[in-house]
T-cell receptor
């Protein structure tokens, strides 16, 4: 079945370590996104990519990095520069067609905890 | 950035009751979307609205795109236990892709047996 796969589901990190969250989709979607979710908050956009080898910063990109070498893959690295990295991270994709660009398909999320 | 006010923040209801929640914006949106998130999972799209005044149903769920284009409403009729979760509204301004999507903070629905 088509969908978005995020891994790992749970991740623990020591302060000062970089970690990379995986996101893979087989929906043939052009656009992919990373959101951060904190308790009681809406989703905040970290980075997005509308085409391979191109990506743009979202509202809270500081301390994060991404790559888009393949259409199917959009990994997120949480660097040691991110001051408060403990959160639930959600990857999403969408068809690039403007009319339905807001119709996002989400992965199951990755919960990162910094010890 | 744009702000979406979603209310109520949480709802405690009895099974079988109807539910209403809404989102308001200080600016005009061209698209309104409603998502549901189960605990520990990613959100799932429930309803997408593209036209002011549009009323769309998905089973027991009904959503409306406000005529002013600054608000949207979601109603759930005859709630059942699997309706538990967090409901998010999201709005998209004119001409934007999903990078311009703004999410509300969510309405946490809790159903008491």
């Amino acid at each position: 079945d088509g969908g978005i796969t995020q891994s790992p589901k749970y991740l623990f990190r020591k302060e000062g370590q970089n970690v990379t969250l995986s996101c893979e989709q087989n929906l043939n979607h052009d656009a992919m996104y990373w959101y951060r979710q904190d308790p009681g908050q809406g989703l905040r956009l970290i980075y997005y990519s509308q085409i391979v080898n191109d990506f743009q910063k979202g509202d809270i990109a500081e301390g994060y990095s991404v790559s888009r070498e393949k259409k199917e893959s959009f990994p997120l690295t949480v660097t040691s520069a991110q001051k408060n990295p403990t959160a639930f991270y959600l990857c999403a994709s969408s068809i690039k067609r403007r009319a339905s660009a807001g119709e996002l398909f989400f992965g199951e999320g990755s919960r990162l905890t910094v010890l | 950035g744009q702000q979406l006010n979603q209310s109520p923040q949480s709802m405690f209801i009895q099974e079988g009751e109807d539910v209403s929640m809404n989102c308001t914006s200080s600016s005009i949106f061209n698209t309104w979307l409603w998502y549901k998130q189960d605990p520990g999972e990613g959100p799932v799209l429930l309803i997408a609205l593209y036209k002011a005044g549009e009323l769309t149903s998905n089973g027991r769920l009904t959503a409306q795109f406000g005529i002013t284009r600054k608000d949207s409403f979601l109603n759930i009729s005859a709630s059942i236990p699997s309706d538990v979760g967090i409901y998010f509204c999201a709005g998209q301004p004119s001409g934007g892709g999903a990078d311009g999507l703004t999410f509300g903070k969510g309405t946490h629905l809790i159903i008491q047996p």
